[in-house]
């Protein structure tokens, strides 16, 4: 039996299997460190695992956000505006209120764009801008369209917001009185209400007016727009000084030179009969009571005539 039990013992030895011997002690704490290390090692992996999906994670968040702000469109204009060195250039001089800005802009940039780079020099917004030279230049042009030429001058006609927010605004009485007499007066059309037809009756349609066209839009024409005539039956002639910002309003005693920045409105209204034809109100103050009113307006007109005194978006 002691025999067997000897083999038995020089076989386990043998095999290495850390099987303690009879009678001897067991360090618990020793037999247990390679588990407990195994576990340390398994979580400190996972915690690197966790800290790299975490920065990747919060990357895409950073890209995310700056995308929803806007800043990728941001970088294409900045690429642009970089790019715009292998560009051709043209050199020209901006005035705005007799001060004169030199620039260098890209020949093949449309008017739209240089409005807003004329916006960061002048502070005038470019939506509130006309661009003048020789004439009013359309947003969708080219400077290659217009012909710039170096050193040439280009005007711009236009308020800053805080001109626009310095205007005084009318007293409490005179609105009141202006919503009411608007009131009465949204009932009937213009050429209906007794204070026009009363002159349209007694001055009747002028020989010597330019012929109207109804639902059609056209520029206006090179010369003033004249053969009209005003609440007092005098011939009305309209001369447009665009270089300037200037509406002049001609009769036969007088020419009063009006900035186009103090008019603060323009109404019109076909005549009823005759809806080739309109009669037009430009709101020389700020209420409705400073309407100088002028009557045979040829319908095709009537949009450019706003748009040359309000501009674009005629915000009044």
Known sequence: MACLEANYLKIFSELDLNIPLEGSSVDLKETKQPAASSEADMKEKDNGQTSDQAAACTDAQIQSILTAAGQNILDEEEDEDSKS???????????????????????????????????????????????????????????????????????VVGSTLNDVLSVSAPASKELQAEEKASAKAAKEPLSEQKQHKKVLDKYGKPDDVPVGIKKCTEPLPQVPLSGMYNKAGGKVRLTFKMESDQLWIGTKERT?????????????????????????????????????????????????????????????
């Open 256 to 316: 009063d030179k009006i900035p186009m920045q103090s008019i603060k409105a323009v109404v019109s209204e076909a005549i009823k009969g005759h809806e080739d034809y309109h009669i037009m109100g430009i709101q020389l103050g700020p209420t409705e009571a400073s309407r100088y009113w002028v009557y045979w307006v040829p319908a095709q007109y009537v949009e450019a005539v706003k748009e040359a005194i309000l501009g674009k978006w005629q915000f009044f």
């Open 85 to 155: 060195t292998d560009l051709e250039m043209v050199d020209f001089i901006v005035i705005f209120k007799k001060e004169k800005h030199e620039v260098s802009f890209p020949f093949d940039h449309t008017v739209s764009k240089l409005k807003s780079h004329i916006e960061k020099i002048t502070g005038v917004p470019a939506s509130l801008q006309k661009i003048m030279y020789k004439g009013l230049a359309k947003d969708d042009v080219t400077l290659r369209d217009l012909k710039v030429v170096k050193g040439a001058k280009i005007m």
